[in-house]
């Protein structure tokens, strides 16, 4: 019998999707259903849990959802909704296998600005608690329940459907939740000001809401985005174990214990994407984007050695990319490719032009800095190096761009291998982490 932790991870989606789907109420079904696990919490270690707890949760759920709208009718002088109850209570813990995608698509719809969806699908479909959202993404708990009341606001202001459309539109709203997976998933890889180089439990949590969506719907198991998406995230998290050192400190790719990195879970990805390799005129164009990104990942990660890594099919791979999506932070990581394969100067001048669109970030200066040292302009690069050092706000990046310039004679290009932020604008990806 699972514990109650357990049940939650596994079954708070479901079981939410299948409320909303029979009250069409979200604050009724997610207030009942929290209800109903704080319920499970004070019964289960006294009485012991139940049989099917998913059955206990739903009745309890159900029950609080009567009682709600019993008041709701009462204070609006109708008549208290028995028939409803009886209805409800008869009811069995099934639903047609849609409903986890419809509660998906509510809380990613385009209405919502990316990450405010992110934040209300990582509440809705995961289940994860309001302050370990806030956590995850670096805001204050009351921060992020203001923000996650407006974006509840919003759906039912928009009038967004509980719905599944039909399948010439399912396509694009499938795209944007893949975007929207990505956003969280790229929040635990770059997560900005602070002391953590990544948040494994929040990238983490991103996979598992890819693999739900997958495993719960015909059309999100083969939808190309989803498929290229879960490749590339699972290839990026086997290398989770190597990325820090026991200090917390962080471990540039080529400086990696390669012993660590989850080969099962490579293996799994490369499965994943090859049905997808070869069809890019087919495919949306958030779908070739994570094809690629996912192929320069597995670049990566089948190199038997950081020096037999084969730059030149990277720098390829990213100039399509960059072709694809006009992102400046995928031509900073061409740059560094390029750098890799043909030398520091040919790097260098793909980062001329960048400063406007990546102005802010410290990135840019970073790996400026990087192949200035290696071209032998020592003064320049401890320009560079200083404009990073005052921009950076992640406590263990700033700590390696301290150690870069203490170790300033042996330095070296950072190899870009990290996944490319959705907003480019806004959030940059240090390359090669």
Partial sequence: ?????????????????????????????????????????????????????????????????????????????????????????????????????????????????PEAGAALTLRLVLGVATADIARLFLVSEPTMAARLTRARKKVVAAGVPFAIPEPEVLASRLDTVALVAYLAFTAGYAPGSGPDVVRIDLAGEAIRLVELVRTNDVAAERNPALVGLHALMVLQHSRRFARTSADGSLVLLDDQDRRLWRFDEIDRALHLMTPLIGRSSTLSAVAQSFLLQAMIAAVHATAPTAADTDWVRIAALYAELEALTGSPVVRLNRAVAVAQAQGPAVGLGILDGLDDELGGSHRLPAVRAELLARAGRSEEALTAYSLAIERCDNAPERAALLKRVQAFGSCHVDPGSGPIPVDVASATQFPGS
């Fill in 1 to 113: 019998m699972p514990d109650l932790e357990t049940v939650w991870r596994e079954e708070w989606g479901r079981l939410l999707a299948l409320l909303l789907a029979q009250t069409r109420r979200l604050d009724l079904a997610e207030d009942a259903l929290a209800d109903a696990f704080e319920a499970a919490a004070r019964r289960w270690p006294i009485d012991g849990p139940p049989e099917s707890p998913a059955a206990w949760l739903v009745t309890v759920a159900r029950r609080r959802i009567v009682d709600r709208q019993r008041a709701e009718a009462i204070a609006a002088r109708k008549m208290p909704l028995i028939a409803v109850e009886e209805q409800q209570r008869e009811s069995t813990v099934s639903d047609d296998g849609h409903d986890l995608l419809r509660l998906v698509l509510l809380a990613a719809h385009p209405a919502l600005a």
